[in-house]
């Protein structure tokens, strides 16, 4: 190690100490239980990030956010009912009087022909 260059084991748990980029941030991810969704949920929360985990697999989503912690909140929110997204952003903005970041992570597969700029609500049945 040289010129001052920091190596900790705190920090990001990989044995170097970068800052942490989304502290104070509150992010939703979408379909956040499973696959890349879950692997974002925890790279957010080690930056920092106050994170809502949203799925249709309530019993997966709440034990993740029993074992990620207090900035960690599981929400039921199926991204093919608008009742449910309004229901997820009321609630976000209530517990925390803000939302950053929104990563829409659980995709919907439809009609490829139109542009996403064109898409209406049928698109996302
Ligand atoms: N894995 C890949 O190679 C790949 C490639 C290109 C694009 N993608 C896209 O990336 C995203 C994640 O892929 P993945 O492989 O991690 O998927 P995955 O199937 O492993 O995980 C998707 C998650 O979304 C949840 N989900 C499904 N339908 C939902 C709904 N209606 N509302 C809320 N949550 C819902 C599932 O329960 C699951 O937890 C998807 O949008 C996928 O289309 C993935």
Redesign the pocket.
């Known amino acids: 190690m040289s010129h001052g260059s920091v190596a900790t084991k705190s920090g990001n748990g990989h044995g170097t100490s970068y800052p942490r980029r989304l502290e104070g941030k509150v992010a939703i991810i979408?379909?956040?239980?499973?696959?890349?969704?879950?692997s974002t949920v925890e790279l957010f929360v080690e930056n920092g990030a106050k994170v809502i985990i949203?799925?249709?697999?309530d019993h997966?989503g709440l034990a993740m956010s029993d074992k990620l912690g207090d900035n960690v909140t599981y929400i039921h929110?199926?991204?093919?009912n608008e009742d449910e997204i309004i229901n997820l952003i009321d609630t976000t903005i209530l517990k925390y009087g803000k939302q950053d970041i929104m990563y829409n992570?659980?995709?919907?597969?439809g009609n490829k022909s139109r542009s996403i700029l064109d898409a209406d609500n049928s698109d996302l049945e």
Not at 77 to 80: G, T
Not at 105 to 109: F, R, V
């Open positions: 979408t379909g956040g239980v499973g696959g890349i969704g879950a949203t799925d249709i697999q997966l929110c199926n991204v093919s992570n659980a995709g919907i597969i």
